[in-house]
């Protein structure tokens, strides 16, 4: 079965600062990548994906990631952050073959003024 | 376009007690969703349909938990007895086919406590 590791489940970044999130996964065989956000009290949204092509993955409200497949890894960014970035995000990985979909533990960003 | 619809938001019932959530995923959409998010937890898939047919409940504790999805459209999911363990919140998604690059669209949960 698949693993998704988020480092750091707390983590606070000053308003307009770089953001960055991290998310490694365990399969040898590259899956599909996810991001999603949830905001208090809201379903999951997702932010992006890479399922195949381009490493480099743009989504919305201005963050990306990029796959590294050497480094089995999936990590979110964005360059500046803003107080509205601050909810819980969740990295999933879903395999090229079955139906599975597992969830990293979260992320939960936390934005100061 | 409307959204995953969850029903109750919260539910707080006694141990050994039953109860039952309800899911209506967005029209046309075929693969709906089950998940258990416990707190400070990701969400664990417990049952994918795909129109009404159950493609995965390997994670479902079928002993306690239930799940249908009549007609290929809502969806029930039922525990009969909870345990102080069931607290959690529960999500409902649904996506369009059934590729692994779906995108899935969330509900906005039922947040079931267990006393």
């Known amino acids: 079965a698949q693993s998704v590791t988020q480092l750091g489940s707390h983590v606070s970044v000053s308003e307009g600062a770089l953001v960055l999130l991290r998310c490694n996964y365990s399969?040898?065989?590259?899956?599909?990548l996810f991001w999603y956000v949830q905001y208090p009290n809201q379903g999951l949204q997702l932010l992006l994906k890479y399922t195949t092509g381009a490493t480099l993955v743009k989504g919305i409200n201005g963050f990306e990631a990029e796959f590294k497949k050497s480094e089995t890894s999936f990590h979110l960014t964005k360059p500046s952050a803003h107080m509205s970035d601050a909810a819980e995000y969740f990295c999933?990985?879903?395999?090229?073959?079955?139906?599975?979909?597992?969830f990293g533990t979260g992320t939960s960003l936390t934005v100061i003024p | 376009e409307a959204g995953v619809a969850q029903s109750p938001r919260y539910k707080i019932i006694e141990k050994r007690q039953s109860v039952a959530f309800w899911c209506n995923p967005i029209s046309g959409h075929a693969t709906l969703y089950w998940y258990q998010q416990i707190l400070g937890q990701g969400p664990k898939l417990l049952i994918q349909?795909?129109?009404?047919?159950?493609?995965?409940d390997s994670q479902l504790p079928k002993d306690r938990f239930s799940a249908e999805r009549l007609k290929g459209v809502d969806s029930t999911l039922k525990i009969q007895p909870a345990k102080l363990e069931d607290s959690a919140v529960y999500l409902c998604?649904?996506?369009?086919?059934?590729?692994?690059?779906?995108?899935?669209?969330f509900g906005p949960g039922t947040r079931l406590t267990v006393l």
């Open positions: 999933a990985v879903s395999e090229a073959f079955g139906n599975q979909f597992y």
């Open positions: 998604a649904s996506s369009l086919a059934n590729g692994p690059w779906d995108e899935q669209f």
């Open positions: 399969s040898s065989v590259p899956p599909y």
């Open positions: 349909f795909q129109n009404n047919g159950v493609v995965d």
